[in-house]
């Protein structure tokens, strides 16, 4: 069911999406060659949890750990490990925070020391993408009109488009309806209005499109073997441009 949220409930989403924000920039710093994941996720936890919210992805669908951590060839839902980051890695770190029963969900992938050419291209060209779907993410457009953006933007720039994994509303649940995916043709789909808050999050592959997933069941990575990145910002619906929950200016 889609729901329409209350200026109240908007308010809400406001303060857990900035948490999000806030620990994107807090743990930052500390993305560097040495670290574990596992590390990294405590230091997300405990910061998520000082600012009294909880993290959205504990528990969610048996994920056992605080924040994914996705590490080149993986896509999404990696589980924190012993890894410990190298040199020329990309980690995506995908961020929920729950205040007062509101959620905040963004993703993002960071560069680890210095990393290959390709590999600035490939988060160069997501990120650009998630602001592709974002622009057309107001009240009177359709969902498909998004996926139509992202996925034009991507297939300008050669990259694959993971078809398996989608965007989603946002409220009460970190993942409510309607889906959101990164493809779609345009005009087509749910018909976006104010007040609907929803997640949009590209996930581009250097190479193929195809992806395998792990024996634990959630944890995806390209069947190639080629770099992901993804972004994702959780984004609030009005008449005019979208209020980006987990982004800078809601900062405040
Ligand atoms: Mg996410
Ligand atoms: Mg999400």
Redesign the pocket.
């Known amino acids: 069911m889609v729901t329409i949220k209350s200026p109240r409930e908007i308010e809400l989403l406001r303060i857990a999406g900035n948490v999000v924000y806030q620990t994107h920039q807090y743990i930052k710093p500390f993305i560097k060659p040495g670290i574990t994941t596992k590390e990294l996720d405590k230091l997300c936890e405990d910061f998520i949890r000082s600012k009294g919210c909880t993290p959205s992805f504990k528990g969610c669908e048996g994920f056992p750990n605080a924040v994914c951590m996705s590490v080149n060839d993986c896509i999404v839902h990696g589980y924190p490990s012993d890894y410990k980051l190298k040199e020329g890695d990309i980690i995506t770190l ?1 961020i ?1 925070a729950c205040y007062k029963g509101y959620h905040g ?3 993002w992938t960071y560069a680890v020391g210095n990393i290959s050419d390709d590999d600035k291209f490939l988060m160069e060209h997501t990120e650009k993408a998630l602001y592709e779907g974002i622009k057309e993410a107001v009240a009177g457009n359709r969902v498909g009109d998004i996926g139509y953006a992202v996925e034009k933007y991507a297939l300008e720039h050669n990259l694959g488009v993971v078809k398996e994994f989608v965007g989603h509303g946002v409220g009460t649940e970190v993942h409510e309806d309607p889906s959101v995916p990164n493809y779609g043709k345009k005009g087509t789909g749910l018909r976006l209005k104010e007040g609907m808050v929803i ?1 949009i ?1 590209p996930m581009l592959t250097f190479g193929s499109e195809e992806i395998e997933i792990d024996d634990n069941g959630l944890t995806a990575y390209t069947y190639d073997g080629s770099n992901a990145a993804h972004y ?1 910002h959780t984004i609030a619906i009005t008449n005019g441009e979208p209020i980006i929950l987990t982004g800078e200016m809601n900062n405040g």
């Open positions: 995908d929920g969900d963004s993703g997640a999050e994702e």
